[in-house]
């Protein structure tokens, strides 16, 4: 009901067969029950009182109460919040909780047992450390017992799962701080006290391991899923199960086809008993990792393997070419509809290829751009006016790599292609979005005719038809733009790199019409290469880009506020210890989010 970004976070499906969600949007967190056919039963945004509120967790319980933890910002902290619907959708107690050192605390998984008692798991800010925390109310919501895991390393503690018992014991999967490095843990927390029973670290080789889920059996069999850390593959499938005393049944790990990142995100015994795990590949012939989906017997013997990949022959949909994936992406809000675009090869060139899917993953329709030399996609968009998708990127034409932008309607009908070239020379766009009123803006570089390239954004109409309005920048030898963001006074942003004779400084500036508010470098001088990947902008008109900065050793991820006159307002590296560097940049009511 906020009118901007809802996020789902849980499903869970009662004995009626309804379904039930939870995330957040709006800075409240959300739940929905549906029937059978997907009309909505009733629903709930919920806010606590004084700031953000999420749900990442769900159950419903055999008289079809639900149940939503998450997070709710009080007073002084964010605190674990914990609320019990009954089936007709009134709030029948809510309860928080505030970790013992005061800070944030985040639940993620709730479980309830036969007598309707509830169980919160999380983690949050313990006496030294942040901890797991496991909380236990009646079905009344009365508190009856907080228990605390702090993992050997004593540093950061995870927990997303918990399961329970036939007797209410928990278990939980947990990552937990071993001090050089991560451990796959399995705690279990006491029904009558909370304490800790016993907790089980897998016996990995040291690389960091993981563990994202986990099932228990009414006897309190339990099996958790994640992954392990490897010296030369990046991480493998890891399962392991243990009994009711943590006494270890067997361990397992699965490495994939392309010998690299292998993940277990979700696991779940069966009705035989059977321990069925499964997660995510690399593989060796695909461009993305494959689905991996692996049973296991009581003994740990292997029943089946599938696998599950999509393909699109020699495609190189979605490719990130520059350091910038999103870009090469864009969803529909009011369809549901993905549309994803780069290059495919048609036997004896490159051309531009865009793919649309619906809400549940089925090609509607693939489109290609042949303009008879090598076409290249790397940016798309849908237009506010039109419901166009527009793709840029690049094409040969005449003699010259040209700046391509093409137009489809909604059934992936080409409707417009336009190439130009601002100096007679190279030209590329890297990225692509579309203001209020329907002016197309595409961002990238262009070739001055010495060798060297500027900075530009080129308008085009709503049929692609030059506006003539290009705004260049020339600062040095090469400058590149890869990412754009337009606000609702259609104010633009750019964000790239420009290159001074011995090192790349990251470049944002913003674009009012045809002219520069403000231009702005980061980095100079500090003799490594910095860049700017990703620029978005808050409602009243500060910038804040994702990039990558030197440190004087190794590469950082940072992110920088710039105020809406230009200047830098904060920066904030994360160094993980080596190269580190963001491509990709969020922004909501409250925080920023970066990837990389």
């Keep these: 009901n906020s009118g901007g970004t809802d996020t789902l976070y849980a499903v869970a499906v009662d004995a009626s067969d309804n379904v039930y969600v939870v995330g957040s949007g709006g800075g409240d967190a959300h739940i929905i029950c549906y029937d059978t056919d997907g009309n909505v039963v009733w629903s709930d945004d919920y806010d606590g009182g004084f700031g953000n509120d999420f749900g990442y967790g769900l159950a419903v319980d055999a008289s079809g109460n639900a149940y ?15 609320v019990k619907y009954d089936s007709s959708g009134t709030v029948v107690w809510d309860e928080f909780y505030d970790g013992v050192g005061t800070g944030f605390d985040q639940a993620y998984d709730v479980e309830v047992d036969g007598s309707g008692n509830v169980y919160t798991a999380g983690y949050g800010i313990g006496l030294t450390s942040q901890d797991v925390i496991v909380v236990k109310y009646d079905s009344g919501g009365a508190f009856q017992w907080a228990g605390y895991y702090d993992g050997p390393g004593a540093g950061g503690d995870f927990c997303y799962a918990i399961g329970l018992d036939s007797t209410g014991n ?9 001090g050089a490095t991560n451990l796959a843990v399995t705690a279990r927390f006491n029904v009558a006290t ?32 994640g992954l392990v850390g490897t010296a030369t593959n990046g991480s493998d499938f890891l399962a392991v199960r243990r009994d ?24 779940a015994f069966d009705s035989s008993g059977n321990a069925i795990v499964s997660g995510q590949s690399a593989t060796a012939t695909a461009p993305t990792p494959e689905g991996v989906t692996r049973s296991y017997d009581s003994g740990g013997n292997v029943n089946w393997t599938a696998t599950l990949v999509g393909s699109a022959g020699m495609s ?35 051309d531009a290829v865009t793919v649309a899917y619906n809400s549940s993953g089925t090609v509607l329709w693939t489109a290609t751009y042949d303009g008879g030399g090598n076409d290249v996609a790397y940016g798309i968009a849908i237009s506010p006016t039109t419901g166009e998708i527009i793709i840029c990127g690049q094409s040969f034409s005449g003699g ?55 900075f530009i954004v080129v308008q085009l109409d709503d049929m692609g038809g030059d506006l003539g309005a290009a705004w260049f920048s020339d600062r040095n030898d090469e400058d590149v733009l890869v990412d754009i963001y337009i606000d609702t006074t259609n ?15 990251l470049f944002a500036a913003r674009i009012v019409g045809t002219g520069s508010d403000w231009e702005q470098t980061y980095g100079v001088g500090n003799g490594g290469d910095d860049f700017g990947n990703s ?45 580190d560097g963001a491509n990709d940049i969020l922004l909501d009511n409250s925080s920023v989010y970066i990837a990389g």
């Design 68 to 82: 939503m933890v998450g997070t709710s910002a009080q007073l002084t902290s964010s605190d674990y919040m914990t």
């Design 170 to 178: 928990t278990y939980a999967a947990v990552r937990a701080s071993g």
């Design 194 to 225: 909370g304490a800790v029973d016993w907790a089980q670290p897998y016996a990995s080789g040291g690389f960091g391991d993981d563990a994202y889920s986990i099932d228990v059996t009414a006897a309190g069999d339990n099996v958790i899923g």
């Design 244 to 267: 009711a005393a943590g006494t270890l049944t067997w361990d397992r790990t699965y490495n994939g086809t392309a010998n690299s990142t292998d993940n277990v995100y979700g696991v």
């Design 316 to 350: 190189e949909v979605g490719s990130d070419f520059i350091p910038a994936a999103r870009h090469a992406m864009v969803a529909d809000n009011s369809s549901g509809n993905v549309y994803v675009t780069g290059r495919s090869d048609n036997g004896s060139n490159w």
């Design 400 to 454: 010259i790599n040209q700046m391509l932008a093409v137009g489809y309607d909604a059934g992936g009908t080409q409707q417009w292609a336009t190439v130009l070239s601002a100096n007679g020379a190279d030209d590329i766009g890297y990225a692509v979005a579309v203001d209020g009123t329907g002016v197309i803006h595409i961002a990238g570089n262009s070739d001055d005719g010495s060798g060297a390239t500027d």
């Design 491 to 505: 104010a633009v942003y750019v964000t790239g790199y420009t290159f001074d004779g011995s090192e790349n400084d």
């Design 535 to 579: 620029i978005t902008a808050d409602n009243v008109g500060n910038g804040y880009i994702a990039g990558t900065t030197y440190n004087g050793t190794d590469t950082d991820a940072i992110v920088i506020c710039m105020e809406e006159f230009g200047t830098v307002f904060w920066s904030t590296p994360f160094d993980g210890g080596n190269d």
